[in-house]
């Protein structure tokens, strides 16, 4: 048996039998309640309320409720199968050490969390939604859940008196809801002159013009749902984009803004007449789409860890960047968690194929952007569109919060153009990436052991039902 965080598993079996069930509430339950009553009462019309979690792979499920049935959440919770999280990138329940179909699949006990209530932009009827935690009956938080693995990672600063500052980027394509002759994604039609799109333009203002109703609606749909969107531009290729958040001191709240949209990306394409994919390599010729994250951390006094007044910024910088730099082989699997997100590692398209850092330098994993000492942070380009935001983030913080502890050092700057300097201790293909995930020991000692067994375990069973699928490729190839 092994012990982590309060907890006891096999991490062969993992098939612990099923308390019954508990409804003791958790103090911020009272909160949720009063979070849900003022959101109801400013805004009647809500007739549904979503109660969610977002799995292993970062997809929102759960229940629709009438809202005058919701009363059950804040006295007794939730009941949701606990297999909920570990659904595969499908929705396949995979059965990851026998917990779904092997145990009977029993249920949890799921509670609001407060500050994730928000209405849902577009929607008629109007309805709210909230996340959810679930909790066995002792009150203990399920292992598979994102959420609670960033929050184990804020706790080892928390120790230190010191609070991360994150912002997350998210890249994105918007698509033709028309797919092509094998099922893959086409450019939109350009609105404007009734073409498909074919070329690149990064930054262009004129695109943002051209695709006016999407913009306009994500920029509608984040102020309903509370989230900072602070930019939106167009990315190097025909139909591609990047939404920016604004930076938060609480990076619980900044993975959920992260979380929440997609949620609104997907709604705003929907309106515009396009569909839009977080896949990391939806083009084989085309840039792939990144989760970029931007840290740095505060101490007690609010001041920057990160900048002591010079141009370089401090010792503590360079101790976090080596920090990233050697949780990073064991992180690739978080960052990049299908079989796709692979494919995105290429030289020259954006995307870091090693663990160099350097300042004011894209080509590089871990870049340090130009801005004043107050603002200095590292900007961690590796992880795909398709990530777990929760997951990420508490991937990127484990390794900063590694290279303080130990003073890691980074070495060298990068200079110049390094995308072609693939590092031959990454993994760049995801078997390999889950076995570094399962032999990094720091990684489970952060984000907690049994929570990277489930996730290793159910990313090994997608690729195993992934690989006995015949693609159109082989039998063109092959029959």
């Known amino acids: 048996m092994v012990s982590n965080g309060g907890y006891s598993y096999d991490p062969v079996i993992m098939n612990k039998p099923t308390p019954a069930p508990s409804f003791a509430r958790p103090a911020f339950v009272d909160e949720a309640r009063q979070t849900l009553d003022a959101l109801v009462k400013a805004h009647p019309d809500i007739a549904f309320v979503d109660a969610m979690i977002a799995d292993i792979c970062g997809t929102l499920r759960g229940k629709r409720l009438p809202v005058r049935g919701t009363g059950h959440l804040f006295e007794s919770g939730m009941q949701i199968p606990q297999s909920i999280y570990m659904m595969d990138a499908s929705g396949e329940m995979v059965n990851p050490f026998g917990r779904g179909f092997g145990d009977g699949d029993p249920d949890g006990t799921a509670w ?6 928000s209405r849902v932009w577009g929607e008629e009827p109007p309805r709210a939604q909230m996340l959810t935690t679930l909790r066995d009956p002792s009150g203990t938080v399920h ?4 959420r609670a693995a960033l929050e184990r990672v804020l ?5 230190l008196k010191l609070r991360p500052v994150a912002a997350l980027e998210l890249e994105f394509y918007l698509i033709d809801k028309e797919r092509g002759e094998n099922g893959q994604p086409q450019p939109p039609i350009d609105p404007a002159s009734g073409k498909r799109e074919s070329t690149n333009s990064v930054y262009g203002i004129d695109d943002l013009d051209r695709y006016g109703v999407f913009t306009r609606a994500l920029t509608e749909a984040a102020a309903v749902q509370g989230l900072p969107l602070s930019a939106v531009s167009s990315e190097y290729a025909p139909g591609q984009f990047e939404a920016n958040l604004k ?29 839009a994919t977080f896949m990391a390599k939806p ?5 792939g789409t990144g989760l970029h994250v931007h ?3 505060l101490d007690e006094q609010g001041r920057n860890i990160f900048d002591d007044g010079s141009e370089h910024g401090s010792d503590q910088l360079r101790h976090a960047i080596g920090g ?3 949780l990073m082989p064991g992180s690739m699997a978080l960052f990049a968690p299908s079989i796709n997100s692979y494919r995105r590692f290429q030289p020259d398209m954006f995307a870091p194929v090693n663990r160099r850092w350097g300042h004011n330098n894209r080509s590089v994993g871990l870049r340090i952007p130009m801005s004043p000492g107050v603002a200095r942070r590292v900007e961690h380009r590796v992880a795909g569109a398709d990530a777990n935001p929760y997951l990420t983030l508490a991937g990127v913080l484990a390794g900063l919060h590694y290279g303080l502890m130990n003073r890691v050092d980074p070495g060298a700057k990068a200079e110049g153009n390094v995308s072609r300097e693939p590092d031959l201790a990454l993994p760049f293909n995801l078997l390999d990436a889950i076995e ?3 032999s990094e020991s720091a990684i489970g000692d952060y984000l907690g052991a049994e929570t990277v067994a489930f996730y290793a375990e159910t990313k090994r069973l997608e690729h195993k039902r992934f690989a006995k699928i015949i693609s159109a490729a082989e039998y063109s190839w092959y029959l």
């Not at 609001?112 to 209530?117: L, Y």
């Not at 706790?155 to 120790?159: G, I, K, N, S, V």
């Open 112 to 117: 609001p969390i407060p500050e994730t209530i």
């Open 155 to 159: 706790e080892r600063f928390a120790e």
């Open 295 to 297: 840290v740095s951390v």
């Open 283 to 287: 083009y084989p010729d085309r840039a």
């Open 324 to 326: 990233m730099q050697k």
């Open 247 to 275: 930076h938060q001191e609480d990076a619980i709240r900044a993975a959920d803004h992260c979380v929440f949209l997609k949620q609104v990306i997907t709604a705003a394409a929907k309106h515009a007449g396009f569909d």
């Open 436 to 438: 570094k995930l399962e």
């Open 143 to 146: 292992p598979a859940e994102p």
